[in-house]
Nanobody
């Protein structure tokens, strides 16, 4: 059974930091590309940051220079270090595991963790 479990969300003041974690089980973690997405109230889910199985990263323009995605294959965990948080970063954050397979792409999602940036 595949599980992605996010943690580390919470309430933080503007300018503060949070470090999200997503622990995976039931997959060969090192083979999967991993991503962090977020969905704010009334908005579509959007990609925040992604890291390939090979360690290449990409970021949404809105978080470049503030957020850092990383992975620890030994711990089957992907992280999102979020600095200089803004109220616009308030959303539910989800991690996603993706693997290209012969017939398409295999995707798994976590249940999400809430991040609220407010004074």
């Amino acid at each position: 059974q595949v599980q992605l479990v996010e943690s580390g969300g919470g309430l933080v003041q503007p300018g503060g930091s949070l470090n999200l974690s997503c622990a995976a089980s039931g997959i060969i973690f090192s083979a999967y590309d991993m991503g962090w997405y977020r969905q704010a109230a009334g908005k579509q889910r959007e990609l925040v940051a992604a890291i390939t199985s090979g360690g290449n990263t990409n970021y949404a323009d809105s978080v470049k220079g503030r957020f850092t995605i990383s992975r620890d294959n030994a711990k089957n965990t992907v992280y999102l270090q979020m600095n200089i948080l803004k109220p616009d970063d308030t959303a539910d954050y989800y991690c996603k595991a993706s693997l290209r397979i012969r017939i398409g792409v295999q995707n798994y999602w976590g249940q999400g963790t809430q991040v609220t940036v407010s004074s």
